[in-house]
């Protein structure tokens, strides 16, 4: 057992120290959903309205906020982990080969973003197999990650990752460094870095919460960074084409990544990269989990063990 590094807590945790490259202390990944409009089509499914507010709102990310991501990950020299739905693809087939282009990583990311409770295990399979066929055929790289559209996962969609051959998915929480679940690699996510929750508005009457303030979210970010850093983990941003496209959120991430560049004993790698380490050193089995979802608990009364 170890005990969390930092400040000298005595609590220790059951689990061991996550081991990253020599000589580096934690990890930052740095990746993007390239959703662009997908998630409102597939929101609307059968009836779209004629309203262009919402479509041309997504539509920037595409054509102008995935453009300043790349040159701007390209100013840092970082590489990224970029995730796009098969449909944002075969619109703009450009997109692909732009990706690989500037050296980064491409992952899947459903067809149509669609929502997992709105579909079947044989519709997931179906999406996930069109998508891949898309990706090699566009880019001429087969993928190798798959990230769920929302963060959501099941056993079965576990298990189709596994089948088809994938070496990781990054959609879950369960540690805050990689782990396996199921026996697929899992690189986590967090929603706390994730700039559609505070920056994600469309108006028209869709919107659930404001916008927030950048430089709030910025401090925020800062202090996940350093205290994962400090702890050894793995900080996950998570940033939207048509979302941190926009300039103000372009200032941001210069900020935020001007802090993580000058620290030396950070490793900033793509999904793929911290999956190839994870599987091939000591990280391995260490932190291995199962994915099995729990019987209700309706029918327990208190103090009964299941069964």
């Known amino acids: 057992m170890t005990s969390s590094p930092g400040k000298g807590y005595a609590v220790e945790s059951p689990w061991p120290a996550y081991e990253w490259p020599q000589g ?3 990890a ?5 959903d390239v959703d662009a409009h997908s998630p ?14 919402g479509m041309e709102i997504r539509r920037f ?25 098969g449909f944002v693809a075969e619109t703009w087939p450009e997109i692909l080969p732009a990706i690989v282009g500037a050296g980064h990583e491409i ?11 709105d579909v079947s295990d044989r519709e997931f399979t179906e999406a996930l197999e069109a998508s891949l066929d898309l990706f090699v055929r566009q880019a001429g790289v087969r993928p190798v ?39 697929v690699t899992e690189i986590p996510v967090q929603w706390a870095t994730d700039d559609a929750i505070f920056f994600k508005f469309e108006g028209g009457g869709r919107d659930k919460w404001p916008l927030q303030s950048g430089h709030a979210v910025l401090e925020d970010w800062l202090s996940e960074w350093r205290t994962l850093h400090r702890f050894g983990g793995l900080f996950t941003l998570t940033v939207h084409d048509w979302i941190s496209g926009r300039a103000q959120r372009i200032a941001l991430l210069e900020k935020l990544l001007e802090a993580i560049a000058a620290e030396s004993s950070a490793w900033v790698a793509t999904a793929d990269e911290i999956a190839d380490h994870h599987k091939n050193s000591p ?20 103090g009964q063990a299941d069964g």
């Open 145 to 183: 990650g798959f990230r769920s559209p929302a963060w959501e996962m099941t056993p079965h969609m576990l298990r189709e990752v596994k089948r088809i051959g994938l070496a990781y998915d990054s959609s879950l929480s369960g540690f805050d460094h990689p782990y396996e679940i199921d026996g």
């Open 28 to 32: 930052a990944f740095l990746s993007v």
């Open 61 to 85: 990310g595409p054509r102008t906020g995935l453009y300043r991501l790349l040159d701007l990950f390209g100013h840092y020299d970082f590489k990224a982990s970029f995730y796009v739905p």
């Open 40 to 53: 409102l089509l597939w929101s609307l499914r059968d009836a779209v309205p004629e309203r262009l507010g």
């Open 24 to 26: 580096k202390r934690s």
């Open 107 to 117: 992952g899947l990311h459903g067809y149509f973003h669609e929502i997992v409770s």
């Open 283 to 302: 990280n391995s089995g260490r932190f291995s989990v199962e994915g099995a979802v729990p019987q209700p608990i309706g029918p327990r009364r208190f």
